[in-house]
């Protein structure tokens, strides 16, 4: 049974990890905004699973005025039994600050934005055990949608509903997985802003 999703949410978590690349992230804040609009007094809570951690974009991301905090947790990849990807030492050490971050944030709706990738369903999991969140995924990859509570539309799919040119705008991903909560984009730009250091520089 999945667990009933709440009617006005107060903390959400948001998973991320695909790129830390500034532009990518930014494309973001237009889900963002989309969750503030439909639900003003809810705090966001982005979690980033980083294969490059220092990158310039953390310190951008975490003064944007639409998110209540930031994790970027680093992850080591590397290849095990000849496949790629992320090992038990780096669990090891990832596993207890996933855990921490639900247990601190006590989200009640998790929403996994990335389509692909084992990483952040394992993360959504575990951190659905510490709180009572339902949780949210893009069903891109055939029985994905089942490690979760609720899953929206693949990117395909997405894209032929929305009557988007394919391959889409990168800000239209995030807005996969908002489909299963009833939230379209309706033109929602990124939202941008100056930190104390641009304005300095400017």
């Known amino acids: ?22 532009g990518d992230i930014l494309r973001s804040s237009a889900a963002w905004a989309v969750l503030k609009k439909r639900w003003p007094d809810a ?33 080591q990849e590397g290849r095990f039994a000849g496949i790629r990807g992320v090992g038990p030492r780096t669990w090891r050490r ?20 990335e389509p ?10 575990w951190m659905r055990r510490f709180c009572a969140a339902p949780t949210v995924v893009v069903n891109q990859v ?18 032929r509903r929305h009557e988007l040119s394919w391959p889409m705008d990168y800000t239209e991903r995030d807005f996969a997985a908002l489909a299963a909560l009833g939230l ?7 939202v941008l802003q100056e930190t104390e250091a641009g304005r300095y520089v400017r």
């Open 1 to 22: 049974m999945p667990r009933p999703l709440p009617v006005e949410p107060h903390r959400i978590l948001l998973i991320k990890s695909h790129s830390a690349g500034i």
């Open 184 to 190: 379209e984009r309706d033109g929602q730009r990124i």
């Open 142 to 159: 055939p029985g994905r949608g089942w490690l979760y509570d609720y899953a929206g539309p693949g990117l395909q799919e997405y894209a």
């Open 116 to 125: 692909f990738g084992i990483e952040t369903s394992i993360a959504a999991r």
């Open 94 to 113: 990832l596993l207890p600050e996933l855990r921490r971050v639900a247990q601190e944030v006590q989200p009640d709706l998790i929403i996994d934005h």
């Open 43 to 75: 705090e966001l809570h982005l979690v980033f699973l980083t294969r490059w951690p220092g990158y310039p974009s953390e310190a951008l991301i975490q003064e944007h005025h639409l998110l209540s905090s930031t994790h970027f947790l680093p992850m």
